[in-house]
């Protein structure tokens, strides 16, 4: 009889703890809020702003493709026992949809930073009719406008650490302040004739129309779709016509795709290098200065630049 009754206690006492963390506001003394993010992009402003306050997990690594990337049964229990979801939005996760569909029927928080930006702050997509470009990030000033969400969500969640949050976000977005005049600074070197950047697939629009970059994708915003031989072909002649000095991989996307590009340059007559690699839909690896969203940052200007200045003469 004693171990009936100590069950039917141990029963009562855990659906007492999972009401508790449900519980939107309540007290944590004695653990952290849990975050998990779609991107690791994502996951290093949540950090930034939350600190030692958060428990903070990315579902995708370094060098993973946000476009193609399918939630496994793993995933989907880490989000059940969050407090609180973050991914990008704009169909960045298209094969995630249905379960953040799902999550947002559950009491788990669940936002799409990007969807709360002005949508005449955000590019059209060309291939998706009534679409956006997903890759906010690319441009430091509507970077800074996703930390105040980031922000005002968490002291919604854990109003006890309104202060921190605060405080951290107003030091972090000084920070992009810089970053932002570091790439306009960087950018200022080369001739707006020579800003073009040509890259593995359309990753890179938010950054030219904020820097001055015309920029084309060998594949479009989406990864989903391959690029075909008259896309080759098109791009190929535009860069033995512009006697563009180099193209770029990235760190999410095959390098085949570039290769096979530079060949199609080369049988042109003219020779373009690959300038290097760039990140794109994550950053690098942890403990390096490219696993921060403002290493990655100044990694890819610094590429970009130091790379397309070569054809300057």
């Avoid at 989000?79 to 609180?84: P, V």
């Amino acid at each position: 009889m004693k171990k009936w009754t100590m069950l039917v206690l141990v029963i009562i006492i855990s659906i007492s703890l999972i009401g508790c963390g449900n519980n939107q506001n309540v007290k944590r003394d004695s653990r952290k809020l849990n975050v998990v993010t779609t991107t690791t992009i994502l996951a290093d402003i949540v950090k930034n702003i939350g600190g030692d306050k958060l428990e903070v997990e990315a579902l995708m690594g370094p060098g993973i493709d946000p476009h193609l990337y399918k939630a496994s049964a793993g995933d989907v229990q880490k989000m059940m026992n969050a407090d609180f979801i973050i991914f990008n939005g704009l169909h960045l996760e298209g094969k995630m949809s249905d379960v953040f569909e799902k999550l947002n029927k559950s009491d788990v928080k669940t936002i799409a930073a990007a969807d709360v930006l002005d949508n005449s702050k955000l590019i059209e997509s060309e291939e998706f009719e009534g679409n956006y470009d997903p890759h906010i990030w690319f441009d430091v000033k509507l970077w800074m406008e996703i930390v105040d969400v980031i922000k005002d969500n968490l002291i919604e969640l854990d109003s006890e650490n309104k202060d921190i949050y605060i405080s951290n976000s107003e030091k972090y977005k000084d920070e992009l302040k810089k970053l932002d005049e570091y790439v306009i600074s960087r950018a200022k070197e080369l001739p707006d004739d020579k800003r073009i950047l040509i890259t593995a697939h359309d990753a890179f629009s938010y950054f030219g129309k904020a820097y001055g970059f015309q920029v084309k994708g060998l594949q479009g915003i989406s990864t989903a779709a391959e690029a075909g031989t008259l896309d080759v072909k098109e791009l190929a002649d535009f860069i033995s016509e512009k006697e563009i000095p180099a193209i770029f991989i990235e760190s999410s996307v095959p390098t085949k795709n570039i290769e096979a590009l530079q060949a199609a340059v080369k049988d042109r007559g003219f020779n373009v290098e690959i300038g290097g690699e760039l990140f794109s839909d994550s950053l690098g690896d942890p403990g390096t200065e490219e696993g921060t969203y403002i290493g990655t940052v100044k990694f890819n200007i610094d590429t970009i630049v130091d790379a397309l200045l070569k054809g300057v003469n």
